[in-house]
């Protein structure tokens, strides 16, 4: 590439280096428009963009709700001064009731507890040297822009090293947090637990922050947005901590995480049923005869198969787990490509109908082929329902494992049918996620337990 520019160079001048700049350019605009065109016609193919498209349409055909008429300022200014009215209310039970507990229990999290302990602190410091507020607060902007971007080790004065200082301190509240969780759930055989304190506890997000500063520090050094950042990681440290703590001493704040958790899963497991029940049906009217892909039946067990299975060739998942989505364009072509084969090399057809219409195996040109002779007609069969599970490669399974049901005469060609199976990753996805009714058994089954630890 670099002797091409040079020699374009040499040829052509600095105009030539120009134009070239600007076809390289193009060439790569039309590059990135071909892939993003072609990305979303291939991702119109699966199965899960036609569920949200489905479920898209029914959300807007569905009956709009009935709005409220629209209030005039007086109603608003009477909303408003109500709401005002109900915080005010919060705050004063709040003050009534437990603001003096809040205060006499400083050991525990809580807001009172926080700004009690940050004015204790804050009088030490802030005594010895008042601040003034012209030093505080500038007129103009630009003052705080170049507050915030200069390098703030150059004055002299070692505030940059402070405040490397200060986020070392951070780091180690950090990793004492990051060790106070560790040792808190080491010995817990309840999960829900774990999951409830690491939740609390932002450990990941901390973890990654402490990782990535300080190679930030060697990148620009200590700046105005340093010290912004350090503020935003102690504020999140402190609330981790608080939660954390809450987990540990407060039954009912566990209680209210728990019964969050089950109503999102059962929110989940409902959303995971309706997509399962639109994508079957979604496969049911786009397989089988006189339909999209035409060359294939759509099936639920071998046992719906017509005729014995001992006729049949059976071709297994290449993975366990769900059957989490399918190409369907691609598995309209795979099974172009059978029943051309059948046709070709079997001396049967797969579709039904006279006049068949094949894809040519080399180039993918549909072609319309006009036999004389109607060949004999046999089935193959899709076996997997959406999001079916699909059990482990074990010998107690081996016949729930299957995906395609084709003719026995299949089976007389391995090379063939290592091109199918080859095929397959490319048309369904599997995953080994845990569906939402497994969870949710679960939280129901730990609760059950609980209740029955407690009686």
Request: glycine letters at 8%.
């Given at each position: 590439m670099r002797a091409v520019a040079l020699v374009w160079t040499c040829v052509a001048g600095e105009r030539g280096t120009r134009l070239a700049t600007i076809l390289a350019a193009l060439v790569v605009a039309g590059a990135l428009v071909s892939i993003i065109l072609t990305h979303r016609r291939w991702r119109r193919g699966w199965l899960s963009v036609l569920i949200d498209q489905r479920l898209s349409e029914a959300r807007r055909n569905a009956v709009?709700?009935?709005?409220?008429?629209?209030?005039?300022?007086?109603?608003?200014?009477?909303?408003?001064?109500?709401?005002?009215?109900?915080?005010?209310?919060?705050?004063?039970?709040?003050f009534r009731d437990r603001f003096c507990r809040d205060v006499t229990n400083l050991q525990f999290p809580s807001r009172a507890a926080f700004i009690i302990l940050l004015v204790i602190i804050a009088a030490f410091f802030v005594a010895p040297r008042l601040p003034s507020l012209t030093a505080i607060f500038h007129l103009a902007f630009k003052g705080w822009r170049h507050d915030l971007t200069d390098n703030l080790a150059n004055g002299g004065s070692g505030l940059g090293r402070r405040i490397s200082g200060v986020f070392t301190g951070l780091e180690v509240v950090i990793v004492a947090l990051i060790v106070f969780v560790a040792e808190s759930v080491r010995n817990d055989a309840d999960y829900d637990r774990k999951r409830d304190l690491v939740q609390r506890s932002w450990l990941w997000p901390l973890g990654v922050a402490v990782t990535l500063i300080p190679f930030g520090f060697l990148w620009s050094g200590a700046r105005g947005l340093t010290v912004v950042l350090e503020l935003i990681v102690a504020a999140v440290t402190l609330v981790a901590f608080s939660g954390v703590i809450r987990a540990l001493i407060d039954p009912t704040d566990r209680a209210k995480d728990r019964l969050k958790f089950l109503r999102g899963r059962v929110h989940d497991m409902i959303s995971d049923s309706v997509r399962e029940r639109i994508g079957n049906s979604l496969l049911y009217e786009r397989i089988g005869v006189g339909k999209q892909i035409d060359a294939l039946h759509y099936t639920f067990s071998r046992a719906w198969i017509e005729g014995e299975a001992k006729d049949y060739f059976f071709i297994d998942a290449p993975a366990e787990g769900r059957l989490e989505d399918i190409h369907l364009d691609e598995l309209q072509k795979l099974s172009e490509r059978l029943d051309s084969h059948a046709r070709e090399n079997l001396g049967f057809a797969l579709r039904e109908a006279g006049a068949e219409r094949r894809a040519a195996m080399g180039d993918g040109i549909p072609l319309e082929v006009r036999d004389d002779k109607k060949p004999k007609f046999r089935k193959a069969y899709l076996l997997k329902r959406y999001r079916?599970?699909?059990?482990?490669?074990?010998?107690?399974?081996?016949?729930?494992?299957?995906?395609?049901?084709?003719?026995?005469a299949f089976g007389k060609d391995p090379e063939f049918l290592a091109h199918i199976r080859a095929a397959i990753p490319r048309i369904f996805r599997f995953t080994k996620n845990e569906s939402p009714s497994v969870a949710v058994r679960r939280e129901m089954q730990g609760t059950k337990d609980q209740l029955t630890q407690e009686i």
């Open positions: 709009p709700k009935r709005h409220a008429v629209s209030m005039g300022w007086r109603s608003r200014a009477s909303a408003l001064w109500l709401g005002a009215l109900e915080r005010w209310d919060r705050a004063y039970v709040y079916e599970e699909i059990p482990p490669d074990s010998i107690f399974y081996g016949k729930q494992r299957s995906l395609l049901a084709l003719p026995g």
